[in-house]
């Protein structure tokens, strides 16, 4: 069973601040994604990294997928209220089941 | 992108009964996945449904309880079986057009078991 460990879970910070979210699992990986998810809403995809070492930015959010694609973050630079959501981490292989596994998600809350 | 319509968005049944929910892909997808999700918790894979075959299950589901349909490559139903009050949570119809590709969600369907 291939498992995506988020840390931390909960996460609560005043706006301006950064903020790293981590997604750690023992399996490779040939693709990882991250999602935001709003309350009602499916989750939306942000980001797609397949290589080992990649990293990606879009606008204040960085994104890096490990070395062994195994694992992977997302940094914030001074988070705004509207980054408020759940954060989940998704990783697909190419091959064989090629099934689509969330992580255990991180809810992050921006206070203004 | 792929607009996906799902349907019921919500239900209220009676421990039970059986509640068949829908999911209709706007155009031709390779993949087509359901998931159940808590409020504000992640998602749990249920199965892969496989068109022109049988779904593939995760651990802890199966198909007498979770049947799957997929007659073709833009529709797909889940159904939740003789439902208790462990079966409500929220359901969600994804499909995907290629490995590593974005993966679309449907609008969900939150169900609760009375």
């Known amino acids: 069973t291939q498992l995506l460990e988020q840390s931390p879970q909960f996460l609560s910070i005043q706006e301006g601040e950064n903020l790293t979210v981590y997604c750690n699992s023992s399996s490779v990986f040939s693709s990882l994604q991250w999602y935001r998810q709003e309350p009602g809403e499916g989750p939306v995809l942000l980001v797609t990294?397949?290589?080992?070492?990649e990293v990606k930015k879009l606008k204040r959010l960085t994104f890096q997928f490990g070395d062994a694609r195994k694992d992977s973050s997302l940094h914030i630079t001074a988070a705004q209220p509207g980054d408020t959501g759940l954060y989940l981490c998704a990783g697909q292989n190419s091959g064989g089941y090629q099934k689509v596994t969330f992580g255990t998600g991180t809810k992050l809350q921006v206070i203004p | 992108s792929a607009v996906i319509s799902q349907k019921p968005s919500r239900d209220i049944c009676q421990r039970g009964t059986s509640l068949t929910i829908q999911c209709q892909v706007d155009s031709q997808v390779t993949m087509m996945f359901w998931y159940r999700q808590q409020p504000g918790q992640s998602l749990t894979l249920i199965a892969t449904?496989?068109?022109?075959?049988?779904?593939?299950?995760e651990s802890g589901f199966v198909i007498d309880k979770f049947p799957i349909s997929r007659p073709n490559l833009t529709f797909s139903t889940l159904t939740v079986s003789n439902m208790s009050p462990e079966d409500s949570s929220i359901y969600l119809c994804?499909?995907?057009?290629?490995?590593?590709?974005?993966?679309?969600f449907g609008s969900g369907t939150q169900l609760s078991v009375l």
């Open positions: 449904a496989n068109q022109g075959s049988e779904a593939t299950y």
């Open positions: 990294v397949v290589t080992g070492g």
């Open positions: 994804s499909a995907q057009r290629g490995v590593g590709e974005k993966l679309f």
